[in-house]
């Protein structure tokens, strides 16, 4: 895999913005409190400065004012942390733009336990549960720059309040630009009959790899990439279930409330299953190296690979 990109969907995030306004996205608008440099929103800043608005560091007031803005008929994208955008204005996002159900994108970087050194404070493993509890919300996490980019211009043709999901750390990039991203809509990556894996974000890398040791073990898994988490492929998770008979979830966020809790609820109601969880239990992260933490944290190939042949046996 040496010839494989490892790019920052965070940056996928920013070059989205800039390449949907020179496609003619006029009403496009970028908002966001003062983290552009971290955000990448100020590559569309340089590009488009007159269309870029600093909030400062008040994320509230950064939500009310894009809601605003998309009553005029603007598309604002309100970009922060996702501590901060989901966390901190997490009643701004219910009450001003999820109540009204109106236009308003949300483009949340820096999650999960990869931000790192920033530790506990910043590293938010919640905002799958927050913002899924939205109802209306679109809740979108992709896992590599093609399908970052993707999601973007997908959210802003949807009409409607999305959440995006980016991340801080650089990921490989599988996906080929063949591939195409649809809100609500799963991915098989690698057709499988003994157990499936299903991920997003940057765990779906971690699980392509755990399905090639897995293979060479002679259980051949079923990887799936879920990247909308909110509306989730019912269809797609389903016939997976049903093919293998059973099914690990791997998320970069808590085990509470985010993709390993939908699709229990959805495979408990509709196709009673053995599920195994694999994300962030019930407990903060600390400060550390990206890396160390995933590995600490069980979010690495080496765990999911473990985790699996042990459910198969």
Same mark, same amino acid.
């Given at each position: 895999?040496?010839?494989?990109?490892?790019? =920052?969907?965070?940056?996928?995030?920013?070059?989205?913005?800039? /390449?949907?306004?020179?496609?003619?996205?006029?009403?496009?608008?970028?908002?966001? @409190?003062?983290?552009?440099?971290?955000?990448? #929103?100020?590559? &569309?800043?340089?590009?488009?400065?007159?269309?870029?608005?600093?909030?400062? *560091? =008040?994320?509230?007031?950064?939500?009310? #004012?894009?809601?605003?803005?998309?009553?005029?008929?603007?598309?604002?994208?309100?970009?922060? &942390?996702?501590?901060?955008?989901?966390?901190?204005?997490? +009643?701004?996002?219910?009450?001003?733009?999820?109540?009204?159900?109106?236009n308003v994108k949300i483009g949340a970087?820096?999650?999960?336990?990869? !931000?790192? $050194?920033?530790?506990?404070?910043?590293?938010?493993?919640?905002?799958?549960?927050?913002?899924?509890?939205?109802?209306?919300?679109?809740?979108?996490?992709?896992?590599?720059?093609? +399908?970052?980019?993707?999601?973007?211009?997908?959210?802003?043709?949807?009409?409607?309040? !999305?959440?995006?999901?980016?991340?801080?750390?650089?990921?490989?990039?599988?996906?080929? /630009?063949?591939?195409?991203?649809?809100?609500?809509?799963?991915?098989? *990556?690698? $057709?499988?009959?003994?157990? #499936?894996?299903?991920?997003?974000?940057?765990?779906?890398? /971690?699980?392509?790899?755990?399905?090639?040791?897995? =293979?060479?073990?002679?259980? !051949?898994? +079923?990887?799936?990439?879920? =990247?909308?988490?909110?509306?989730?492929?019912?269809?797609?998770?389903?016939?997976?279930?049903?093919?293998?008979g059973k099914v690990i979830t791997v998320?970069?966020?808590?085990?509470?409330?985010?993709?390993?809790? @939908?699709?229990?609820?959805?495979?408990?109601?509709?196709?009673? #299953?053995?599920?195994?969880?694999?994300?962030?239990?019930?407990?903060?992260?600390?400060?550390?190296?990206?890396? @160390?933490?995933?590995?600490?944290?069980?979010?690495?190939?080496?765990?999911?690979?473990?985790?699996? /042949?042990?459910?198969?046996?």
């Amino acid at each position: 895999m040496a010839d494989v990109k490892n790019i =920052a969907t965070r940056e996928s995030y920013g070059n989205a913005l800039k /390449e949907l306004a020179a496609e003619g996205a006029d009403n496009l608008v970028v908002l966001d @409190a003062d983290l552009s440099a971290a955000t990448k #929103t100020g590559i &569309f800043k340089k590009a488009y400065p007159e269309r870029h608005i600093n909030c400062g *560091i =008040a994320e509230a007031n950064m939500i009310c #004012t894009a809601a605003g803005l998309s009553t005029m008929g603007l598309v604002p994208f309100a970009s922060s &942390f996702a501590m901060f955008a989901a966390g901190r204005a997490f +009643e701004q996002v219910r009450n001003s733009i999820g109540y009204p159900h109106l236009n308003v994108k949300i483009g949340a970087t820096h999650a999960g336990i990869s !931000v790192g $050194e920033d530790g506990a404070s910043h590293q938010c493993c919640e905002d799958f549960a927050l913002m899924r509890s939205i109802p209306g919300m679109v809740v979108i996490c992709p896992a590599d720059d093609v +399908e970052a980019k993707q999601a973007v211009k997908a959210a802003y043709k949807y009409e409607g309040p !999305v959440y995006l999901r980016f991340g801080r750390l650089a990921v490989p990039v599988f996906h080929d /630009e063949s591939y195409k991203f649809e809100i609500g809509k799963g991915e098989v *990556i690698r $057709e499988g009959k003994d157990v #499936t894996i299903i991920a997003n974000g940057l765990m779906v890398a /971690e699980a392509i790899e755990a399905g090639k040791a897995l =293979a060479e073990k002679g259980i !051949v898994a +079923e990887i799936i990439n879920i =990247a909308t988490i909110k509306p989730l492929d019912e269809e797609l998770v389903i016939a997976s279930a049903k093919k293998t008979g059973k099914v690990i979830t791997v998320e970069e966020h808590s085990i509470i409330g985010g993709l390993g809790e @939908a699709v229990c609820a959805l495979l408990g109601e509709k196709c009673p #299953t053995p599920v195994k969880r694999i994300g962030v239990n019930d407990e903060f992260g600390h400060s550390g190296p990206a890396k @160390a933490l995933l590995k600490q944290f069980g979010l690495s190939a080496e765990n999911i690979e473990k985790v699996a /042949e042990e459910f198969v046996k």
